[in-house]
């Protein structure tokens, strides 16, 4: 094998692929980038078993051939030789770098032991990049980091009647957003979150204008194609919670506040949540909202806010991360809070905006 290439035009691909790549412990392959070069391009390609990303450029191939090397080596080596024309030699199991002014050689292994990125799938629908790009930010970070449950480490990924739509729960709080489109398609798939997040990342990278989302054919397998970039995840197996039946239908209190207003003192009220399992008391009363938070080792604070109030008086607390993470991600400015009991499940929502909706369960101080 044999290619040259400006280090400019590889590097973003390394980059983006090594961060699929797996641990050396697991399986020594999994820790190298897979280099293919075949008439007039390159593919490079990374997977921990679990995520599998393959990007292509075109570029100079001097020979065709393949093989692995270390994700880390060869980046560190790329990453310094700016500006340069990078010329790759692999001859058996040895690549071999050159510059007019450098050279190294990097032990790799056979690209036979690689393992194979499952790529093809039935097509199931085109979604425009911008609409990936601005929902699922919205939606994810709901989602448990805890493994768990790993049902609720996913997002729950659905296309019907011309309707994408995003639901993510870890068991306190949900999130979930439906948002129009042109396909008329039908696909429901448990996408884990870190995959969503590497697809944010890649298709701020690339910039395309759609994507195409195809499953396997013993559909485990969920396929990203954009561009140059192609994505394969493992889906989660499992049945995801009834979230439909999460959602408040009873209301005694609702509440209309500005979501800048309201975030600035549920940051303020969280310097003294800390210590205490991040728990901030909230006051809603006929002129608006009271927050108090406090610990004994550091002392207390109050924050009054307005808001428009119909309803009851109600007190309740929250987790003031679970807040903050709610409020961090409205694109409007208004917003709407339904209240049915300090025990009772919570509804946030852009007042404008009926296609996104939160859920936030409060802590129970007795």
Same mark, same amino acid.
């Given at each position: ?72 080596? +060869? ?80 997002? +729950? ?210």
């Amino acid at each position: 094998m044999k290619f040259s290439i400006l280090q400019q035009d590889i590097m973003p691909i390394l980059n983006s692929a090594s961060r699929s790549v797996g641990m050396k412990a697991q399986l020594p392959v999994l820790g190298n980038i897979l280099i293919e070069a075949e008439s007039g391009s390159l593919k490079v390609s990374a997977t921990n078993l679990e995520v599998g990303v393959v990007r292509t450029i075109k570029t100079e191939v001097i020979e065709e051939g393949a093989v692995s090397v270390p994700a880390r080596t +060869l980046v560190d080596l790329v990453s310094n030789l700016q500006g340069e024309k990078i010329e790759f030699t692999a001859n058996s199991n040895l690549m071999e770098i050159k510059t007019p002014t450098f050279s190294s050689t990097i032990n790799g292994i056979d690209s036979s032991e690689f393992p194979a990125i499952p790529l093809s799938g039935k097509e199931t629908a085109l979604v425009k990049a911008d609409t990936l790009h601005s929902c699922l930010p919205q939606v994810s970070f709901a989602s448990a980091l805890d493994e768990g449950r790993p049902v609720l480490t996913g997002v +729950l990924t659905e296309i019907k009647d011309k309707k994408l739509q995003f639901v993510a729960t870890d068991g306190y709080r949900l999130a979930h957003k439906v948002v129009e489109i042109d396909e008329d398609s039908s696909f429901k798939a448990l996408v884990p979150r870190r995959t969503l997040e590497e697809i944010l990342r890649l298709i701020s990278e690339e910039k395309p204008l759609q994507v195409n989302i195809s499953t396997s054919d013993n559909q485990n397998q969920i396929i990203f194609s954009f561009g140059n970039t192609k994505l394969s995840s493992r889906l989660i197996e499992g049945q995801f919670p009834s979230w439909e039946k999460i959602i408040p239908t009873d209301k005694k209190t609702t509440v209309n506040f500005d979501r800048n207003e309201l975030l600035k003192a549920v940051k303020l009220a969280s310097v003294f949540a800390r210590g205490e399992a991040n728990v901030i008391k909230f006051f809603v009363g006929n002129q608006g909202i009271t927050l108090t938070s406090e610990t004994k080792e550091l002392g207390g604070q109050k924050k009054e806010i307005s808001a428009k109030v119909l309803g009851e008086e109600i007190q309740i607390a929250f987790n003031a991360k679970f807040l903050m993470d709610v409020l961090g991600a409205f694109p409007d400015s208004e917003v709407e809070m339904q209240l049915s009991g300090s025990l009772s499940a919570v509804l946030v929502r852009p007042l404008q905006d009926s296609s996104l909706e939160y859920i936030i369960m409060p802590i129970n101080l007795s």
